[in-house]
């Protein structure tokens, strides 16, 4: 039996970020052969945006990429969500401290920011809400290279059939 890692991105309406971050992180999954030993999911800090796809500059963006993020549908982190995942990735700061003071004490060692994974001397995935299209194109490319990263480091941690 293979064992099995979840992942949860966070960023604030689970609408551009982390939806983009769910998805492009299942496609680098999918490519190494490590897709079936995961669990990746997507969620946001906010309700504001519960039920609705992912932002749609940010699919058109991921599509011109041949990723998908179809069948992702926002919704709010749940108390459920502490003990589920064993990753807690936030987007930024802001949202990495919401969680931590949401978290139970004994989950709080699952939060990270995504961009330690990757990402160069960034800290943050910018929000491409209220921009433009090269806002899109920014988050994909630092969300590409911190999955990468991540999905190297956990692959010295799974164990493949």
């Known amino acids: 039996m293979t064992q099995t890692t979840s992942v949860l991105f966070v960023c604030m309406g689970n609408i551009c970020r982390s939806p983009t971050a769910e998805g492009?992180?299942?496609?680098?999954?999918?490519?190494?052969?490590?897709?079936?030993?995961?669990?990746?999911?997507?969620?946001?800090?906010?309700?504001?945006?519960?039920?609705?796809?992912?932002?749609?500059r940010a699919r058109a963006a991921a599509e011109r990429r041949g990723m998908s993020l179809d069948g992702i549908f926002a919704r709010r982190v749940s108390s459920e969500d502490y003990e589920r995942f064993?990753?807690?990735?936030?987007?930024d700061e802001d949202n990495l401290a919401r969680l931590h003071d949401e978290s139970p004490e004994e989950h709080r060692s699952k939060l990270r920011l995504f961009l330690e994974f990757g990402g160069g001397d960034e800290r943050e995935?910018?929000?491409?809400?209220?921009?433009?299209?090269?806002?899109?194109?920014?988050?994909l490319d630092l969300v590409e290279e911190a999955s990468r990263g991540l999905l190297e480091t956990l692959s010295r941690n799974i164990t493949r059939p």
């Open 24 to 56: 492009v992180f299942r496609y680098h999954a999918e490519q190494a052969g490590m897709l079936e030993q995961l669990d990746i999911d997507s969620a946001g800090t906010h309700a504001y945006h519960t039920g609705e796809p992912a932002d749609r």
């Open 86 to 91: 064993d990753y807690i990735i936030a987007m």
């Open 125 to 139: 995935v910018p929000d491409p809400y209220y921009g433009g299209a090269a806002g899109f194109e920014r988050v």
